[in-house]
Nanobody
Framework: QVQLVESGGGLVQAGDSLKLSCAASGRTFSSYRISRYTMGWFRQAPGKEREFVAAISVSGTTDYADSVKGRVTISRDNAKNTAYLQMNSLKPEDTAVYYC??????????????????WGQGTQVTVSS
């Protein structure tokens, strides 16, 4: 069983910062395997479709949605089987449930959410004005 658990969400004010974490566990994402997988972050606001936020490849290549570019940074710590999403200058429109996800195949670089197989349960981020 693959487990992805997000944490770090909460209620903040516009302009504040927040750092989300995604911890991976299970046979597929052991400490000696997680480094072979792309890790991504997606979000879904109420009444809207889930959208791509950021992704980081096995080599450290990153990509960001235009809506968050310049304000967020994705990183990973393979030794801890964890991915992070540092968010700065948060805006009310950033309010959403944030999900961590991993593609089914190793060494696959993609920002397309349909290519992601494993998903966490999400962590709520609420930005007030």
């Amino acid at each position: 069983q693959v487990q992805l658990v997000e944490s770090g969400g909460g209620l903040v004010q516009a302009g504040d910062s927040l750092k989300l974490s995604c911890a991976a566990s299970g046979r597929t994402f052991s400490s000696y395997r997680i480094s072979r997988y792309t890790m991504g972050w997606f979000r879904q606001a109420p009444g809207k479709e889930r959208e791509f936020v950021a992704a980081i490849s096995v080599s450290g290549t990153t990509d960001y949605a235009d809506s968050v570019k310049g304000r967020v940074t994705i990183s990973r710590d393979n030794a801890k089987n964890t991915a992070y999403l540092q968010m700065n200058s948060l805006k009310p429109e950033d309010t959403a449930v944030y999900y961590c996800a991993v593609p089914a195949s190793p060494m696959l670089w993609t920002t397309t959410q349909t290519r992601y197989e494993y998903w966490g349960q999400g962590t709520q981020v609420t930005v007030s004005s």
